[in-house]
Each structure stands twice: as C-alpha cells, then as structure tokens.
C-alpha cells in the first residue's frame, strides 16, 4: 500500500473521534485531552521508542547465528526484500559515503526530529482515536484492561495495509496476528505516557519516533530473521514483555479520569 493511501489512512481515528465528540456535544479539544502543556513526559515520550528499538537489537545477538556487523548487512537483506534492484544499488551508495558512527548519529537525530514533527502530525491522526476517544471511553476499565482492548483494536486496524505487505511482507496473512499481538505488548507504554503526560500529543510524539526509529532494532545486524528480529518481532516483543513487567512493578499505572473532565461532564477520579 503506498504513502498516498497509508498516511491518510493515518487520520481515519482522529476524524472519527471528532466527529464522535463533536456529535456528543464536547469540545474537542479537552474531551480528546489536546494540550499542548509540555512536561518531561514529552521528553520519555519521545526516547522511549528510541531506547526499545536498541533494547530489541541488543537482545537479538543472542539469537545464534546473529551477529553485530558496523556495515550493517542486516538492513542490506531487508530492503532487498521490498526494494527493487536498481533502488537498493541507490541505498548501498548512499551507505558506503558514511562512517558507520555517522551514519548513526545522522539517523538518530533525523528519527527523532521527524518523529516530533511531521511524523507525529499523522501519527496523532491514529493516536487522538486510541488514546484520546477509546482510553477516555475506556478508562472505567482500569489501566491494563482498558490498555488491552485498545492495542487488539489498534493492531486489528492495521489489517489492510498488513495484508498490503507492510511491516511483515513475506507473512502478510500471519503478519496480520503478529501486528495484533505486538500493538497489544505496546498499548500500555503508550496509555502510561499519555496519563502521565495529561495529553494526547504526548502519544503522538512517540508513535511517531517509532516509525522514525524503528530499524535501529536491526541496523546493525549481520542478518535478519523474519518475524523474529526487529522491535515488531519476537525478540521485540520480548522487550515489550520486559517493559511492561517493569511498568507494572515500578510504574504503577492508573488512570485519572478527570483528564478528560472538562470535555465529557465526568467527574473525575483516578482508576487502576
């Protein structure tokens, strides 16, 4: 599915929650919790992704047979599996004009400048649904139930564009189930950073430097194993089990209901 059908499929949550809100007679931009009052949670927000995506490389050396290679074959091997001949002669040129420590803070910086601008302007497009309408609607659920049915709604929606051949191109029917799973494991991060931030944005700043980030999880891998490596395969996902264990021991989620007050006519109170 191209860039031109993917991104505005992007918007189809934040259209459907305004109009929702809108019809209910909220003002929008309290009743999907729009503020723009930066904390240091935009800051975790913003790293996090950055930080599970060299969390998944790392782990995965401990898969035999991977290994860590500078001149990053492992990316090599997955763009020669969705780019055409000539397109990957383009990227191995681009490759060889940097040292690999460039490279690297080139693309760091360049993830995570795009993944707080334009990448999160059509990221919101997905978050204002998920953690502006459905964890607002949800919350009486608690902090993991609620997180739960949003990540299996989050991960079923993007059935189209992984039937399509995006994220799993080899396994797009399978790719369906593991995208299901895998949004499951991150919807908690992302309600965690939401609350705590007390906005929406805050969610849409990390979506989008996970998109930004994301092939840090194998960049510096001599190969990649489908469904395996990568922050959205199984070595990611065990991350993901890591870090929810240890956002469920230290963290403490809950939710406070009264972030979204102002706009529904709820009262406020605060549930785990």
Not at 127 to 149: N, Q, Y
Request: with cysteine; glycine share 12%.
């Amino acid at each position: 599915m191209s860039l031109l059908i993917a991104l505005p499929y992007m918007l189809i949550p934040a259209i459907v929650a305004i109009l929702v809100d809108r019809r209910g007679g909220r003002r929008v931009r309290e009743s999907l919790a729009i503020r723009l009052t930066i904390n240091r949670w935009w800051g975790v927000g913003w790293v996090l992704p950055v930080v599970l995506a060299f969390a998944a490389l790392f782990a995965a050396l401990l898969i035999p047979g991977v290994g860590f290679d500078v001149g990053m074959g492992g990316m090599l091997e997955t763009l020669s599996r969705v780019l055409p001949p000539d397109e990957m002669a383009k990227a191995e040129q681009a490759l060889e004009q940097f040292p690999p420590l460039l490279f690297l803070l080139i693309q760091l910086v360049q993830g995570l400048v795009a993944g707080a601008t334009i990448n999160a302007v059509f990221a919101f497009g997905e978050e204002a649904g998920w953690r502006g309408l459905m964890l607002r609607e949800l919350a009486p659920m608690g902090f993991w139930k609620s997180a739960l049915v949003i990540g299996a709604v989050w991960g079923v929606w993007h059935a189209p564009l992984i039937l399509q051949g995006h994220n799993y191109p080899e396994h797009p029917v399978l790719g369906v189930g593991v995208m299901t799973l895998w949004c499951v494991l991150l919807s908690p991060l992302f309600s965690w950073v939401t609350v705590k931030g007390g906005s929406v944005l805050v969610a849409a700043v990390m979506h989008g430097t996970l998109n930004a980030t994301f092939a840090f999880s194998f960049l510096y891998l001599d190969r990649t194993i489908p469904l395996v490596t990568g922050l959205n395969g199984l070595v990611g996902m065990g991350v993901l089990v890591v870090a929810n264990v240890l956002l469920w021991r230290v963290g403490r989620p809950e939710l406070d209901v009264a972030m979204w007050s102002s706009g529904s006519g709820r009262e406020g109170r605060r549930v785990e």
